[in-house]
């Protein structure tokens, strides 16, 4: 049997115990762990080169055929006096026709590597392993994000597989200090996940404190990828809706970041590249905005800046305005606020409008693409037409959510947005029940949350607080290529200079 057992509290997979010299022990052992003949997909090949009996142990789906089917047919060449010396050593510096070929002893080794798709070979005779890395990955074909469409740009996009993500990176970054440390998170999952930096920008006390909280990562699994690992890296701020990491499925604002001094997080079966650390404002840029002449992409951003107030502000200001202090309203607007406020208060209105609007969001993820577009016509036409018509909603409800919900799908990221959504009921509800006091201090508390709020241990309201002026015109202006010659005072890179000649 495998000897040498210690860390008897884990599970089988995860005992360090060293392989025995006898085949018929090893595989007694790992047929018994891993459940050959219960789990159909648990394949051994019994075979014999050069005189000595091996095994072939693997995942069926994970491997590819065709590598493995070459190298049986190379050792089934093999003479017994070819091996009577040195057996090892031959196989692995001669006779294993394979790249990616490793030795192993130990049982944790041979088993996380055969679950994440490796074969393993096994010797009569010897106390050692070949873990043979032939794997095929399911993987789907790398497409444009939905969340991130750009008129003109690339158009692919990063994919549930680490190691296509790894590679779309390095093919736009060709720098030899790029660094891909990878690590296992997970006592069961065993899931890979890629910290990745580049070695002379980014700040090293900034990876370092990633790669510490990612070590401390203690869980089963993490089935829910990216946002399970944001949820242990970011504990701290774990009652925050604001997101306090940016996630991007473009593999060209993946390096942009990466060039700025910015350590990402990529993790294996999911295709979003979790970006650190990040600023409020680094959530309401776009990488439309970069691929548009400098005007046009200011234009833009300052157009995306409007929608995002309106969808935070517009509501309430108009509720306080129009409808609890109409006298603060200026005569060329006392066109404004509602002739019929409706049958039910324009508060409760504006909270089941924006609650149907989540109603439809969620409905047309769930719904098939063919049926979406038909369900959206009828929610947004039908339904808001009939709730005005009879009474229940005032059209001016209607028209202002309207805005807010467009300047809330305008934002470009997903998490901000859905953050935004819920100050926005908050400031309509202090307004409602507190008047201009409720209004102001709402906005005050907001305030007070996003100046207080870290990403890993960076300011996350930078470059407003602290100030920087440099920062702040770069969020407020887009400005053309030839000028970025400074990378984020925010990340603390150790080079930082973009154009040093």
Avoid at 316 to 326: A, D, K, N, Q, S
Avoid at 460 to 489: C, D, E, H, S, V
Wanted: glycine share 6%; net charge neutral; aromatic share 10%.
């Amino acid at each position: 049997m495998p000897r040498i057992q210690t860390n008897i509290d884990l599970p089988p997979s995860d005992q360090e115990l060293f392989l025995d010299k006898k085949l018929s022990e090893n595989m007694e052992f790992f047929d018994r762990t891993l459940g050959f003949g219960k789990s159909f997909d648990i394949v051994k090949r019994e075979v014999n080169y050069g005189g000595h009996d091996m095994v072939f142990l693997y995942i069926n789906g994970f491997v590819k055929d065709v590598v493995l089917d070459d190298m049986m047919r190379f050792l089934s060449q093999i003479k017994r006096e070819q091996l009577a010396v040195d057996t090892m050593h031959k196989l692995f510096n001669t006779y294993l026709g394979h790249i990616q070929v490793n030795k192993v002893k130990t049982t944790d080794k041979i088993f996380t590597a055969i679950l994440k798709g490796e074969t393993a070979l096994f010797v009569d005779g010897f106390a050692e392993a070949f873990l043979i890395d032939a794997r095929q990955i399911p993987a789907r074909t790398p497409q444009e994000p939905e969340l991130e469409r750009v008129v003109r740009g690339s158009r692919d996009g990063f994919v549930e597989t680490l190691v296509h993500n790894t590679v779309l990176t390095r093919r736009r970054i060709r720098d030899p200090r790029l660094r891909m440390e990878i690590m296992s998170i997970g006592a069961r999952s065993k899931t890979d996940v890629c910290v990745a930096y580049i070695e002379d920008v980014a700040d090293d006390e900034l990876v370092r404190e990633i790669k510490k909280r990612l070590k401390k990562i203690e869980v089963d699994g993490l089935p829910m990828a990216e946002k399970s690992v944001e949820e242990w890296v970011t504990q701290r701020n774990r009652w925050n809706p604001y997101p306090v990491v940016r996630y991007t499925e473009r593999p060209d604002v993946a390096a942009t970041h990466l060039l700025e001094g910015h350590v990402l997080v990529y993790v294996d079966t999911s295709p979003s590249v979790m970006i650190t650390p990040v600023t409020f404002f680094d959530h309401v840029q776009h990488a439309e905005e970069y691929r548009e002449n400098p005007a046009v992409g200011a234009y833009i951003r300052w157009v995306r800046f409007i929608g995002i107030l309106a969808s935070l502000f517009l509501i309430p200001v108009w509720m306080l305005f129009t409808l609890i202090h109409r006298e603060w309203l200026p005569e060329q607007l006392s066109f404004l606020g509602p002739a019929n406020v409706g049958a039910i208060p324009i508060m409760i209105q504006f909270l089941f409008a924006d609650m149907g609007i989540d109603m439809m969001r969620m409905a047309a993820i769930h719904t098939p693409g063919p049926l979406a577009t038909a369900m959206g016509l009828i929610a947004a036409v039908l339904i808001g037409d009939i709730a005005v018509k009879v009474g229940l909603f005032a059209p001016e409800t209607i028209l202002y959510l309207s805005v807010a919900a467009i300047g809330m799908f305008s934002t470009p990221s997903y998490e901000l947005s859905m953050a935004n959504r819920m100050s926005r009921i908050v400031f309509i509800l202090a307004t409602g029940l507190f008047d201009w006091i409720g209004f102001v201090v709402s906005i005050g508390l907001w305030l007070v949350l996003l100046i207080s709020s870290k990403s890993i241990n960076r300011p996350y309201f930078w470059p407003l607080i602290p100030f920087n002026f440099k920062g702040l015109i770069a969020i407020l202006f887009r400005a053309p290529m030839q000028y970025k010659n400074t990378r984020p005072a925010i990340v603390r890179p150790k080079d930082k200079d973009r154009q040093p000649n």
